[in-house]
């Protein structure tokens, strides 16, 4: 079945500079990869997805990019702000959904 | 986007008991879900609560211990019985729903009821 691996586990950066988390998946028939943001006491908030008949999609301040031969998805955050502080979750999809084991993402003031 | 509530958002019982969750969404959905995620961890499928028969549940997970419930599109329960402190996570509902403007379906998640059990 379908692994996904997310890296890194943990990861401060200070407010105004960019982030990065990287995932990637062992199922090449995957087609679908849903990015959630997790805040405390609350479930995760599906923030950008992009399925695999695209190489990348914006929103705002955050853009994912998908590389299908290396299997291989990232999440940027640019200008990030004390509110993008959370957990968050790559996933990866053909009939149902297989998460990544999350990433805590500090912005430092 | 759908909107999902659960009930209830947080509770803590005694080893033994059973405790029922109900998850209620604002728009009829075609597939809903129930997750896990044990503290500090990732999301665990449960189960797919299938309206008018029984849940599909994942490997590792059975009927008699979660037992579910979808009487209608809008509508499903997950029971966690005969609790022991193992059980303690973060139960989550979860829908497949159409994302605004959208032409396809993408899943949703309830704000999850924290079970902590003694």
């Known amino acids: 079945g379908e692994n996904v691996e997310q890296h890194p586990s943990t990861l401060s950066v200070q407010e105004g500079d960019s982030a990065v988390i990287k995932c990637t998946y062992s199922d090449s028939a995957s087609n679908y990869f849903p990015w959630y943001k997790q805040e405390l006491g609350k479930g995760p908030q599906l923030i950008i997805d992009?399925?695999?008949?695209?190489g990348e999609k914006k929103d705002q301040r955050i853009a994912v990019t998908l590389n299908k031969t290396a299997k291989h998805f990232s999440l940027h955050i640019t200008e990030t702000q004390p509110e993008d502080s959370a957990v968050y979750f790559c996933?990866?999809?053909?009939?149902?959904?297989?998460f990544g084991k999350g990433t805590r993402l500090h912005i430092l003031p | 986007s759908a909107v999902i509530s659960q009930k209830p958002s947080r509770d803590i019982c005694q080893r033994g008991t059973s405790l029922t969750i109900q998850c209620q969404v604002d728009?009829?959905?075609?597939?809903m879900f129930w997750y896990r995620q044990q503290p500090g961890q990732s999301l665990t499928l449960i189960a797919t609560?299938?309206?008018?028969?029984?849940?599909?549940?994942e490997s590792g997970f059975v009927i008699d211990k979660f037992p579910i419930s979808r009487p209608n599109l809008t509508f499903s329960t997950l029971t966690v019985s005969n609790m022991s402190p193992e059980d303690s996570s973060i139960y989550l509902c979860?829908?497949?729903?159409?994302?605004?403007?959208?032409?396809?379906?993408?899943?949703?998640f309830g704000p999850g009821t924290r079970l902590t059990v003694l």
């Open positions: 609560a299938n309206q008018g028969s029984e849940a599909t549940y």
């Open positions: 979860s829908v497949l729903g159409q994302a605004s403007g959208g032409s396809t379906d993408t899943q949703y």
């Open positions: 996933a990866a999809s053909l009939d149902k959904i297989i």
């Open positions: 728009s009829q959905v075609t597939m």
């Open positions: 992009i399925r695999s008949n695209v």
